[in-house]
Each structure stands twice: as structure tokens, then as C-alpha cells.
């Protein structure tokens, strides 16, 4: 290949239209879409799901299966035509031109092959390197990427490797032939928070030190923020604003940026004095777009009769290579301050309705009993779990995979019995009783909100039925009529249409299909909901309705509600308390404001600087944890966190790998599980300062 | 790696045993020994000389003891009528004396056939061996076959190379041996109709026939001609069977991300298919041929006895037919040895071919 | 009067069928026109392999139903100067057709006729044996799956037991007029034949147990008819005769749905180990719900989809079960008609009158191949969008 002129665009995409083709219809996927990405440019690609970024992606690669098709524009790469190229020029430059790197990891690998014949496959195909070399390049890219023992690492099979071992094999290969431009489609979303922040890290400096160009793609604001110099917005196919991230993020001349950005708990936004403002409305299906903006009957500043008329292009704005697809960017006050929102009172907290002390689950594991043989290990999933919650209260549960906060659901639910300690509710010992022996008031009164709006309703049953069978197991209503009423009124409760009651889940949106879990959970006036990431998978704007729904409910019935969640944003947004697992141990206890400033414990630290955050005013201190998260099987000896812990030089004698720390109250009502010394704990910094405005 | 071993050993074991205890007590219910003794003793036998005689040959006592001594951990029964000792060892030539106490399978002794008046562990020997080249023919004919067609038809879903091949597949698995095998007959075996009459009339060929109708002659000598026919039915059969279960395996890894991740690597579409896929793809259909064995010995009954192949499946017939309580023993015990150790390699292979349980 | 010549048989034969064209017509007519609104049913219409499939299959249902419209001879009247006369051959006077249209077997029959008359039977078992097994499998795989532990290790032991038998081998075991005497056909009868009754009172139980006057209602109609259909089934003695099976046909029925239920079983258990992770079962079981609410109205509806593709496959391979059972003479008497003994009957003198065992061989492949189409229409449609 020819030298290329590096002040000329590695990429350029003009006017893009991608459809896929169904038996019934033709579905646009992407339409008039353009991006231009520069040599050594982060290009971000950000939008809800469904928005078509990833196929802009998958039409870069010329990979869009049977039924994806380029109905129109152009994409140039290093000024060559990539819609119009043969299969055989575009197969020499897919992996050493292009490359790309996928959401999961596991199944990008091939599981039959080894990591080392899967990396040197790259360089020995595109620049037909001998074997050996390639082998020997393979070691040097996996040291690149920072793995330990590379030589192992190239013998070893994929599942051999954790999920953040894997992403760097995935990265890595992406970079055996040093590519010019390197594709990331969302790399971290199925990565834990902590193992994200360093693959972020890496992502980042690799880019610099091999000058590669990168199109970013993800649904997370924050993300882009530390990663891309530009970004673009996408809604429904079409991109709504581009420019440079900070432009964007600061003066966005899109009303749904503005509004994306408000539904968005960045620091300062609290429950009470300022909520979240949600996108009113639903995301249109492909096939059902409106006319003219397809954002259109979701704004606030919607003109009938202009914003409807035509179809919209997009349009230059005053800054470095900004664009809006919107007619009146011009005419809105962007500064304006938001619409005078509801304040809400706090809710007072009332009495303990709920105590664990010392709570224990163990669990055993790999031994067959059929005939025996094999030692049992066991599983310490909950260790010492002590705390109560307080009625109106929202006490948030933050950890990551494996940190035993499914396993404590379980616990409390019924599902499973502790191993040892106590779970008083109502003043009633629970933790012996499992679920079939509890009375229907118990069972009635501890409910839950599940995570997976895909999974939480029974996709064969209509949504008003399961409502009912709800109630019917709760003991409400005396008869079929009734409770058909009191479904009725559940689904106003959480803001649903009547309608909705004789629908199938297929028929309904995530957001709505998670509204009606929440239904479901209250039908027999839950007092504590154990809400187990009731918004993680669901989009952005979407996530703050569905908050903004539970507590609304909450302060309505004074629910104790149990938040369970790895998203620190969201969890400083609402929550009263706050308590941090980690392997199984509660290692940090204490209110919001407590947890959320220092002392804090070092994964509690270490967890607030990984999670991105979407403001440009706030700069964090940069603390990326080694290695990943020890595996419950195989926890490490004494303090859970002693391998990843960046403050174990600190304490003296080799503690940390000795003993497990005791419980210490550092002020009322907050308690970490730490060696460090006092005088080490109140010298930490703060993780993440606002900058003044 | 052992563990899973004795384990898998020790599972068989038992299910061995609860399986010929079920044939040995099913061969040995009532109204059978009733026919065994008019069929050995005289069609007019009075019931109360059947029950004599019933006892007399030692079939008179509990059902589980019978079963012990046939297995050989119990000692065999003896009988003293007025000084002349008979019992279960006391045969060929032995006297009470010299007799083993014992002498059951363990011990190898697999008991006497009451069709072919022989002992059953020689007529098992040669039935097996001529059973053991129809199989491997077939095996030889079914194994490439289908896992060519599977490929070829997973490798691009959906195209007309597809279509066509997996209505091949289906097709072949709607046909039943005893119907493909009268088929195959009438077209190439038969005098009278199929295309024999005509190549005949055209002198192409010399005998009557292009291939031969019954497949007694392979037995001595076996020929493309005599044994042709017998193999394709059986192969046919299970080739569309195999090949659907490697064409669903194929497609599902074609669709798989790793081999996205291969195209756009920009690995070549005969590579991807060759170097990432197979591997992946055999893995399920590897499990499906071994599994396939029962299936086989189906084939193989139907196969033997409609061309009169005097093999394992033949032999079972005619067991089965007479009431030949120790051959038809044996008959179960090597088709439930065949089952179950067609079943242990197909989850060895299945480790060696799968890097994940592999090595945990 | 002259024979016939093959354009003039099939012509007839077309005529023959008459029935079956006009209600094929109207299924497909009347399933193309609503096919938007009947579900997986009406995707059907919308794959060629599944309606080519579907076409077949109904071909032989509609056979099978009109068939005494459709025979031409009484299909076990022998006519001693017909003995394996050539298809078209003229029927001497007197008969009620004037051909033999497929020719005559060896005992001077009509062929077409009796293969007519075999769908009828092949029709009235298959499906019923396999439904049978289905229920069987389902009420022991479900909570296996779902229970796992001692019980999952006990069944699956059990079914793989029964896996290992070559079906052959289990057949000669099972079906043998000796066996008959024994009383053993009946006992499996009544153990098997009890699990659909069982089914049906746990399906209600668990779901009306709030609203007992409903559940009463629903269990009593259930526990009247079931046990009536059970007693006359499995032990002939139906107070009122309605129920009654023939003691060969049960030895037959009896031996099909225990070698199929094994299988279904593991299928059905492979679906419930993979779906009893989803969050609905999670929150029926932290609602209270008792175990058998959550295998039977949340596990189940949603195993559907593989249950019904894989519920055409095995009919077809219990079609091809009873063949092999008539092939080797098993269980039925020398007049049945059934395709499986006809082969049975006509490959004796197969290389010189070939006509009585391939009319049934085409028969019995065409159903089966039918079958196999449909499932693979149906498991296509399944699985698009």
C-alpha cells in the first residue's frame, strides 16, 4: 500500500444508508449517514440500542450478513471505496487495515484453537510471515497488552482466560498487524467496572503509541468522554450531532443530546431537590419512524407543521466541525435553566423493619454424590453480613460479579437458607425459613424486582395475567373481577395503559416489560423490594423513568427498598446508604455521603474511580486496579481485596495477607473492613472533584 | 481424568447387570420355559410333565438364583436322582466330579443354543465377525459421506446447494431400512423390474441381476456385488441422520462471533471453513455417530434378516424367534456391551475434542 | 377385459382420492387466508419445505379418515384369480371395482385397498403412542430437570437403561404372544397409561389450587373421564365399552411408548435445565409459587417450540417403529393391512412380484418424509424473528 497522506481523513463515511430486508419489508437500518475520522482521531458513536451505530460498524466491515444491504452513499477508507470494493481486496484489508474488537470477548475466540495460533493466524495471512515470526510477534503484542506470563498465555485455550484476560487477547490480535483503524464495538459493556477501567486504559495508550485511528462505539456517555477526541450522536439511524466531545458535552445543539444528558445521574443530581428528567415516550421501531424528525414527538421544543414537514439534514454549527440534525438549533436557549422540576420532600426514615447479624452462606460444590469421591469445596458466598434497613429507606448494595449480592437476595428471599447467623424481619427469624414454609404475608411482604427486562416476564403468558396470578397467590381480591380491577389499577400504579393488561411481553419495550416486574412485585403491597439492577440493562433515557417510577412508589408506600447495583452513579443518585461488597464481605457500610467521600475503603475507592463519568467539569484521580476479581471458588488468604489493594504496603507486618480485617466504625454509622492504620485513612484524597463552575 | 473413568466403568457395570437382568428375566418368564420344555422335551408334553421337567433342568427355582448362576457367582445347581448326578457344569463329557462348581458368562461358558445345537459362544463368534465387516463397510460408506454432505449444506445456510442437500438428508432419514432395502432390491436386484432386466437384455451385464439379491454368498467371499446392497441400505439411513445433525452443528458455528472475528481477520472463506469451523462443527456430530451404534444394530437386524446375512442381527432373529434363552442372553449382552461402550467413547472423544472440559 | 396401462392407474387412483384433494384444498385455502393470525401454524404457510411437508402429511390424514370412500375392494376379500396379478389388471366380474389397481399380493388382495387401509391404522396408533410417550416424559422430565439432585441421577439412570436396549431386542422382549400371558403389557399399560391423568390433575392443581370450587371442578372432570378412559385401556374393562383396546394392539402400543419416552424425557429435561435459570421462574418462586405451578405453566408453555418440531419427527419414527414391528411379524395379526407387514408379507417373492411390498414402502416413506419436512418447516419458522 501507498504512503497515505496523513493530513487527509483515514476514514470518511457520506450520506450512509444501511437497510436490512425481511420477508415483509425493507428496514432501514442507518440512513444518511456521514463521519469523517481523522489519522490518530478517537471517533465516539453513542446512542441507545437500536439506534443503528453497530451497523455502521458492521457497513465499515462489509460484514452485514444475508440480508443487510448499502442502499446508498459512500465509505472511503484512506480514500479507496470500500461499498463498491471486491470480496478479495476487502479480505486484505480486513485485520490489517481494519480491525475490530467485539462486546464479548468469550465468543469472539475460537474455542478449539489456541490463543497463540488465533494471533499469529493474523500477520501470517497479510504479511505472510513465517510461522515462528509470527509466533514470536504474537509474544511480543500479548506483553504489549499487558498480560502476565505471555508464554503461557499463547498455549493456553480461551476459556481458559477470565473475561478481562480474554478482551486483551481480543485487543490484541485487533493490533498484530498494526492497523490504521481499529473498530471498538461497546468493548467493555460485558466487563465489570473495575477490569473496564483498565482495558480503557489500554485502549487509550495503545492508540497513542501505534497513532491508530479509532471509531469508539458505546452507549455510555462517560465512556466516550475519557476515550474519543469526537464523538457522534446517533438516534433511531440517523446521527443527531457530531462534533468535538467537548462542544458536545458542553454546548450540544441537539435537543436529544440535552435530554440524554439529563437523564443521566451525574454528580450533584440527587433524588429529592434534582431528579433526573426523563425522555417522555418510547423509541420508534424501525419501521414506524414519524415524518420529518424522528425525535420529534419526544421534544420538548416540537413545532407542529415544521418539525414534521420535511425531512431533516444536518447542518453546520458555529465550532470545530460541529453538526445538529435539528431545525430550530438556532432558535433554543440552551442555557436555560430546567423547567421548574418537582421538588419532593425527603422521606422520613421510620423503624427497623429489617436486621441481618452475621448472616452466613456457604455453599458446597464440585463433589458428585452419586459416588462420591472428589473433595467438596466450598463456596463462602456471604460472609458476616450484618445490617438493618429502616422502613422508607433505600439501601443500596454496590459490588461487582462474584461479590455475593445475588447470593444475599436469595437468602432474603427465601430461596436459599443461611448457612448461620440471622435475619430478623418484623421481629420474625426468617433465615431457617425457606419459602415454602413462610406465610403468604411474609412471602407477600419481601418482594423482587428483577434484572433482565428480557427474561423477567414469561413470554408466554399475557402481561395482565401474570399480574393476577400475583394476586391470586397474595390472597387479594375475592374474586376473578376483582382482582381483574386491582390489575387494572397496577398497571396506572406504574404508569402503563390499561390496554397493556392483554398484551404478550413480546409486544412490549424493555423499559415497559420492567415497569410491569415492578407491578408484579407490589401486588401484595410489598414493604421491602429487593430490586436486583432493576435498570442496568435497559438504555439510558429509559433507566431514569423506571427510577424515577420505583420511588415514586417508594415514598408512596414507604417501601424499604434494597437497590442492588454496580453502578455508582446511579446508586450515589438515589440511595440513603450504601453498602460495598466485595468476595462475599460487606467491606465498606456507611450513608451516601459517608461512602462517597473519603476515608474510603481501597476497593470502595478504587471502584469510584473506575466508573465513568459523563462531565467534563469533573476530573478524577486515576487508580486502575491490577489483575482481575479472585474467583469465589478460590478466594485469596485473609482481606478479600489484598491482591488488587494498592494501599498494602501500608500496613505493617504483612497483615493483610494473614487476616481478615475486623470491622471498624470510623463515625456513626459508617464501617469498613480495613488494616489500614487511621492516620492512613484520613490522609486520602478525595477520587472525584467538580471543578467550579 | 481416571476418576471420570472407573466412574463411567462402574456405571456401566451396573447398567450391564440391570439389563441382562431384565432380558434374563423377560427370556425366562412362564409361558416361555413352558415352550422351551415342549420344544426340547415333546410337543405333547402334559403340564405336569413340563413342570417335571422344568425341574429336572434346573428352571424350576427362584428367578434371581437362576440369574446368579448364569452370571457364574453362584455355584451351577446339581441334582441327584437315584444316584446319577446331573446339573448346570455337569455337560460335555464331565461327570459330577470334575465338574466347576460354577459356570456362568464369568467363567465363559455362554451356554447351548437349542436352535442351532451348538454352544452359543461359537455361533456368537462367527455371527459377530461376519456382523463386524458389514459394519465397518458401513461405516467406511456412512462416516465420509455424511459429514461431507453436512458441511457442504451447513457451510452457506439458506443457498440452493442447502436446500438440496438437506432434502437429500431428510429424505434418506425418512426411509427406513426395510423400505430402502426392498427398494434398492427391486431396482437393482430384481429379475423382473428396476434396471437389471434392461442392462441385461443389453448384455451389459452377465447374470440375471446387476447386484445379487441376498447377501449369503458374502458370508465366504465378500464382493461389490453380493455386499453392496446390504451396506447401502444401512448407510443411507444413517447418513441423512448424521449429516442433518452436522449441518445444524455447521450452520450454528457459521453464525458464531469467533467466525465473524476469522472473516474479519480477513482469513479466507475455505480456511475459515477448514481451519475455524470444522473442528467446532464435528464436535456434536462426533457424539451423534457414537450414539448412532444402537441405531446401527437396528439396521443391521433388518438389514441381515432381508438378505439373509447370517450375522449378529440374523442370529438374534432366529433366537428371538425360537425362544433361545442363552442366545438370546448373549445376543443382549454384546448389543448392551456394544451400546455402552460406543457411549464411553463418545464422551471420551468428546473431551479430547473439546479444549473446555478437556482440561478441567 | 384389458389390463390397464400406468397413465390409466394413476388417473384412477387420482379419481379415487377425490376426498382428499377437495379437503386439502379447503385446509390450505382457508389456513393460507387467515395464515397472519394462527401463529406458528399460519408461519407455516410461509415456508415451502414446511407447507410441501404439511401437504403430505394431511394427504395421509384425510386418507385415513375417508378411506371407505376410497378403497376400491374390500381390502381383505381374496379374489383366488387375482394372485399377484401386475398393477391395472381387470378384476373378474362380480367385484366391486373393475380393476385391481396396484395388482394383487400373494394371497390375491388389493393392494391399493389395503394400503389405503393401512394409513387408517398406522394414522389411529402413531400419533396416539407418541403423545402417549410425550406425556410420560413430560411429567418425569420436568421435575428432574428442575429438582436435579437424587431424582434427576435415579431417572436419567433409568431412561438411559432403557436407551440401551436395541429397540429390536426390547421388541421381541416385549411383544410376543407369550408375553401376553404373562400380564406384563398390562401392568406397563397401567403404569403408562396413569401419567396423562396424573399430568392433567397437577396442570389443574397447581394453577386453581386458590380458587378451590374451580379446581374441584376441573380435577373432577378430569379424575371422571381419565379414569374412565384408563380402565377400559389398560385393563378392558370399561363399564361401559366405550374404551377398549385389542390385547395385541396394546402389547404393540405399550412396547412404542416406552422405547419413545426415554428420549423425550431427556429432551424435555435438557429444556428445563436451561430455562429454569430465567428471572420468571425466579420470581414465581419468590411469590411462593409451589414447584409444580412453575415446571408446569412457566417451564413448559416455553418449551414449546422444540417440544412440537420434535413432537412430527417422532411420529414419524414411531411410524417407522410399527413398520419394523410389522416387518418382523410382531404383535399383529396376518390380516392387518398395516404398512410394516405388508413389506413384511411381499418380500418374499420380491425380486419377481415386487408391486405388493413397494406400494407400502412408498406409503410409509412418503408419510414419514412428510413428516420430517413439517418439523423442519415448523423448527425454521420457530426460530425466524
Redo the contacts between chains.
Keep these: 500500500m501507498t504512503e497515505w497522506d496523513k493530513t487527509k481523513p483515514i476514514l470518511e463515511i457520506e450520506n450512509l444508508s444501511i437497510s436490512f430486508f425481511?420477508?415483509l419489508r425493507e428496514i432501514p437500518a442507518v440512513m444518511d449517514f456521514s463521519c469523517t475520522v481523522m489519522p490518530g482521531e478517537a471517533m465516539g458513536l453513542v446512542g441507545e440500542s437500536g439506534c443503528g451505530k453497530s451497523t455502521v460498524a458492521l457497513g465499515v466491515?462489509r460484514?452485514l450478513g444475508?440480508n443487510g444491504r448499502i442502499t446508498g452513499g459512500s465509505i472511503r477508507f484512506k480514500g479507496r471505496d470500500l461499498t463498491t470494493m471486491s470480496e478479495e481486496d476487502l479480505?486484505?484489508?480486513?485485520?490489517?487495515e481494519i480491525?475490530?474488537i467485539?462486546q464479548?470477548p468469550m465468543?469472539?475466540?475460537?474455542?478449539?484453537?489456541t490463543i497463540g495460533a488465533q494471533l499469529a493466524?493474523?500477520p501470517m495471512?497479510?504479511e505472510s510471515m513465517s510461522k515462528d515470526a509470527a509466533w514470536k510477534l504474537a509474544r511480543d503484542i500479548v506483553a504489549d497488552v499487558r498480560l502476565p506470563d505471555p508464554d503461557r498465555i499463547l498455549r493456553a485455550?480461551p476459556?481458559?482466560l477470565s473475561g478481562g484476560q480474554q478482551q486483551r487477547i481480543?485487543i490484541a490480535?485487533a493490533l498484530m498487524s498494526k492497523p490504521a483503524l481499529l473498530i471498538l464495538d461497546e468493548p467493555t459493556t460485558a466487563l465489570d467496572v473495575t477490569v473496564e477501567a483498565g482495558i480503557v486504559d489500554l485502549v487509550k495508550e495503545l492508540g497513542e503509541k501505534y497513532g491508530t485511528s479509532m471509531l469508539f462505539i458505546s452507549h455510555n456517555l462517560g465512556l466516550v468522554l475519557e476515550v474519543c477526541d469526537r464523538l457522534c450522536v446517533m438516534y433511531s439511524g440517523e446521527a443527531v450531532e457530531t462534533g468535538n466531545v467537548a462542544e458536545v458535552f458542553d454546548k450540544m445543539r441537539h435537543p436529544y443530546t440535552q435530554a440524554l444528558f439529563r437523564s443521566i445521574p451525574l454528580p450533584g443530581a440527587d433524588k429529592n431537590s434534582r431528579p433526573l428528567v426523563a425522555i417522555p415516550g418510547n423509541f420508534p421501531l424501525p419501521h414506524e419512524r414519524p415524518p420529518g424528525c424522528n425525535f420529534g414527538p419526544r421534544c420538548d421544543y416540537f413545532e407542529a407543521g415544521r418539525c414534521d414537514a420535511t425531512e431533516i439534514r444536518m447542518a453546520e454549527v458555529p465550532g470545530d466541525r460541529h453538526g445538529s440534525r435539528c431545525l430550530k438549533f438556532a432558535e433554543i436557549d440552551w442555557d436555560a435553566p430546567l423547567k421548574a422540576v418537582k421538588k419532593v420532600e425527603k422521606t422520613p426514615v421510620g423503624e427497623v423493619v429489617l436486621e441481618m447479624d452475621a448472616l452466613r452462606k456457604y455453599y458446597e460444590v464440585g463433589s458428585?454424590?452419586?459416588?462420591g469421591?472428589?473433595e467438596a469445596k466450598v463456596v463462602k458466598a456471604n460472609e458476616t453480613l450484618s445490617f438493618s434497613a429502616r422502613e422508607g429507606e433505600t439501601l443500596a448494595i454496590v459490588g461487582e460479579s462474584g461479590c455475593g449480592k445475588s447470593t444475599f437476595a436469595k437468602v432474603l428471599?427465601?430461596?436459599e437458607t443461611a448457612t448461620s447467623g440471622k435475619i430478623v424481619m418484623y421481629n420474625q427469624d426468617i433465615q431457617d425459613t425457606p419459602?415454602?414454609k413462610?406465610s403468604?404475608d411474609t412471602?407477600?411482604s419481601?418482594?423482587?424486582v428483577?434484572?433482565?427486562p428480557f427474561?423477567?416476564?414469561?413470554?408466554?403468558?399475557t402481561v395482565g395475567r401474570q399480574i393476577i396470578r400475583?394476586l391470586?397467590?397474595?390472597?387479594e381480591g375475592n374474586s376473578d373481577e376483582e382482582r381483574r380491577a386491582r390489575m387494572l389499577e397496577l398497571l396506572d400504579l406504574v404508569k402503563l395503559p390499561r390496554e397493556f393488561g392483554d398484551r404478550m411481553p413480546r409486544q412490549l419495550s424493555g423499559g415497559q416489560k420492567q415497569r410491569v416486574?415492578i407491578a408484579?412485585a407490589f401486588a401484595?403491597g410489598a414493604k421491602i423490594v429487593v430490586a436486583d439492577e432493576p435498570v442496568s440493562a435497559l438504555d439510558v433515557s429509559v433507566q431514569a423513568a423506571v427510577t424515577d417510577l420505583l420511588m415514586e412508589i417508594q415514598r408512596k408506600n414507604r417501601t424499604t427498598l434494597l437497590f442492588i447495583s454496580h453502578d455508582l452513579s446511579i446508586v450515589r443518585y438515589l440511595s440513603d446508604r450504601v453498602m460495598v461488597m466485595y468476595l462475599g464481605h460487606v467491606v465498606e457500610l456507611g450513608t451516601t455521603d459517608q461512602v462517597f467521600s473519603p476515608p474510603y475503603h481501597p476497593y470502595t475507592e478504587a471502584l469510584l474511580s473506575a466508573v465513568p463519568i459523563a462531565d467534563t467539569r469533573v476530573t478524577k484521580k486515576r487508580i486502575v486496579l491490577e489483575g482481575d476479581i479472585p474467583s469465589a471458588m478460590n478466594p485469596p488468604p485473609g482481606c478479600p481485596f489484598q491482591t488488587r489493594c494498592r494501599w498494602k504496603s501500608e500496613v505493617p507486618g504483612g497483615l493483610c495477607d494473614r487476616e481478615v480485617p475486623p470491622v471498624r466504625h470510623l463515625a456513626t454509622g459508617h464501617q469498613i473492613k480495613c488494616h489500614l492504620p487511621d492516620e492512613v485513612l484520613t490522609k486520602m484524597e478525595p477520587v472525584i472533584t467538580i471543578a467550579a463552575e | 481424568m481416571l476418576m471420570f473413568l472407573s466412574r463411567r466403568l462402574g456405571i456401566m457395570a451396573l447398567t450391564a447387570l440391570c439389563l441382562t437382568f431384565v432380558v434374563f428375566f423377560l427370556t425366562n418368564l412362564e409361558p416361555n420355559l413352558e415352550k422351551l420344555a415342549r420344544s426340547e422335551g415333546s410337543v405333547r408334553m402334559s403340564d405336569d410333565q413340563v413342570t417335571s421337567w422344568l425341574e429336572a433342568n434346573g428352571h424350576a427355582r427362584p428367578l434371581i438364583m437362576r440369574y446368579g448362576e448364569w452370571l457364574g457367582v453362584l455355584p451351577g445347581w446339581t441334582r441327584d436322582v437315584d444316584g446319577s448326578v446331573t446339573g448346570r457344569c455337569i455337560r460335555g463329557g464331565l461327570t459330577a466330579e470334575t465338574a466347576p462348581t460354577r459356570c456362568g458368562v464369568l467363567q465363559g461358558n455362554w451356554g447351548q443354543s437349542s436352535v442351532f445345537k451348538r454352544p452359543v459362544g461359537e455361533i456368537m463368534g462367527r455371527s459377530l465377525a461376519a456382523t463386524g465387516w458389514l459394519m465397518l463397510w458401513v461405516m467406511i460408506v456412512m462416516v465420509p459421506s455424511a459429514l461431507l454432505l453436512g458441511v457442504l449444506a451447513g457451510m452457506r445456510e439458506g443457498t440452493r446447494t442447502d436446500r438440496a442437500l438437506s432434502t437429500v438428508a431428510i429424505a434418506t432419514t425418512a426411509t427406513p431400512e426395510y423400505v430402502s432395502g426392498v427398494i434398492l432390491i427391486v431396482v437393482f436386484a430384481s429379475a423382473t423390474a428396476g434396471i437389471s432386466p434392461v442392462l441385461a437384455e443389453w448384455g451389459w451385464i452377465s447374470g440375471r441381476t446387476l447386484f445379487q439379491g441376498t447377501a449369503t454368498s458374502a458370508m465366504d467371499k465378500i464382493t461389490f456385488w453380493n455386499f453392496g446392497l446390504p451396506v447401502l441400505t444401512i448407510a443411507l439411513y444413517g447418513m441423512g441422520y448424521i449429516a442433518r445433525m452436522t449441518r445444524a452443528s455447521m450452520t450454528e458455528v457459521m453464525t458464531a462471533q469467533y467466525i465473524r472475528t476469522a472473516r474479519l481477520k480477513g482469513v479466507k472463506f475455505r480456511d475459515v471453513v477448514i481451519r475455524h469451523a470444522l473442528r467446532n462443527a464435528l464436535i456434536a456430530p462426533f457424539t451423534v455417530i457414537m450414539l448412532q451404534f444402537p441405531w446401527l444394530l437396528n439396521g443391521v437386524v433388518i438389514v441381515e434378516t432381508l438378505f439373509n446375512y447370517k450375522g449378529f442381527g440374523w442370529t438374534l432373529v432366529q433366537g428371538a424367534g425360537n425362544n433361545d434363552i442363552d442366545l438370546l442372553l448373549s445376543c443382549s449382552v454384546v448389543a448392551v456391551i456394544v451400546v455402552l461402550v460406543t457411549q464411553l467413547i463418545s464422551d471420551i472423544g468428546y473431551a479430547f475434542l473439546n479444549p473446555r472440559i478437556r482440561i478441567s | 377385459m384389458e389390463p390397464l396401462g400406468w397413465g390409466g392407474i394413476f388417473a384412477r387412483m387420482a379419481i379415487q382420492f377425490w376426498p382428499v384433494w377437495a379437503a386439502l384444498i379447503v385446509t390450505f385455502a382457508v389456513s393460507i387466508h387467515q395464515k397472519r393470525k394462527l401463529g406458528l401454524y399460519g408461519k407455516l404457510f410461509d415456508s415451502p419445505i414446511g407447507m410441501i411437508g404439511f401437504a403430505i402429511v394431511m394427504f395421509w390424514v384425510f386418507t385415513a379418515l375417508f378411506a371407505d370412500l376410497i378403497i376400491t375392494q374390500d381390502p381383505l376379500v381374496q379374489i383366488s384369480s387375482m394372485k399377484n396379478k401386475p398393477p391395472g389388471e381387470a378384476a373378474p366380474e362380480g367385484s366391486s371395482y373393475a380393476y385391481y389397481l396396484l395388482g394383487g399380493d400373494n394371497l390375491a388382495r388389493d393392494v391399493f385397498s389395503r394400503m389405503v387401509m393401512g394409513a387408517r391404522r398406522v394414522l389411529a396408533i402413531a400419533p396416539a403412542a407418541t403423545a402417549f410417550a410425550f406425556m410420560v416424559g413430560i411429567t418425569l422430565g420436568l421435575p428432574a430437570g428442575y429438582f436435579g439432585g437424587r431424582l434427576d441421577t435415579g431417572l436419567s439412570f433409568l431412561a438411559n437403561l432403557v436407551l440401551a436396549f436395541p429397540v429390536i431386542l426390547l421388541f421381541y422382549l416385549l411383544v410376543t404372544p407369550e408375553i401376553r400371558d404373562t400380564g406384563i403389557p398390562i401392568i406397563l399399560a397401567a403404569v403408562l397409561f396413569i401419567f396423562p391423568v396424573i399430568f392433567f390433575i397437577t396442570l389443574f392443581n397447581s394453577r386453581y389450587f386458590t380458587d378451590p370450587p374451580k379446581r374441584n371442578l376441573f380435577i373432577g372432570i378430569t379424575l371422571v373421564l381419565g379414569l374412565w378412559a384408563y380402565s377400559g385401556l389398560a385393563f378392558n374393562m370399561d363399564p361401559l365399552g366405550v374404551w377398549s383396546m385389542d390385547p395385541n394392539l396394546l402389547n404393540v402400543f405399550v412396547a412404542v411408548v416406552f422405547v419413545n419416552a426415554p428420549t423425550v424425557f431427556r429432551i424435555v429435561r435438557g429444556i428445563v435445565l436451561d430455562l429454569r435459570s430465567r428471572d420468571y421462574v425466579a420470581a414465581g418462586q419468590t411469590r411462593g409459587e409451589g414447584a409444580w405451578y412453575i415446571m408446569l405453566w412457566e417451564i413448559l408453555p416455553n418449551a414449546r417450540g422444540p417440544l412440537i418440531v420434535d413432537f412430527c419427527l417422532r411420529i414419524g419414527y414411531t411410524t417407522i417403529l410399527l413398520g419394523t414391528l410389522g416387518f418382523f411379524g410382531l404383535g399383529v395379526s396376518p390380516e392387518s393391512p398395516d404398512w410394516g407387514s405388508t413389506i413384511n408379507d411381499g418380500r418374499r417373492l420380491l425380486s419377481i412380484f415386487p408391486h405388493p411390498a413397494v406400494v407400502p414402502a412408498f406409503a410409509l416413506m412418503s408419510l414419514v418424509l412428510g413428516l420430517n419436512l413439517l418439523a423442519d418447516g415448523l423448527r425454521e419458522e420457530s426460530l425466524r424473528d
Design positions: 425481511t420477508r466491515m460484514d444475508k479480505r486484505h484489508l480486513r485485520g490489517s480491525a475490530m467485539y464479548e465468543a469472539s475466540l475460537n474455542p478449539a484453537m493466524e493474523v495471512i497479510h485455550y476459556h481458559q481480543v490480535m458428585g454424590k452419586f459416588f469421591g472428589g428471599m427465601g430461596l419459602i415454602e413462610r403468604t412471602v407477600s419481601v418482594q423482587m428483577f434484572q433482565n427474561d423477567t416476564l414469561n413470554p408466554s403468558m400475583a391470586e397467590i397474595f390472597g416486574g408484579r401484595g
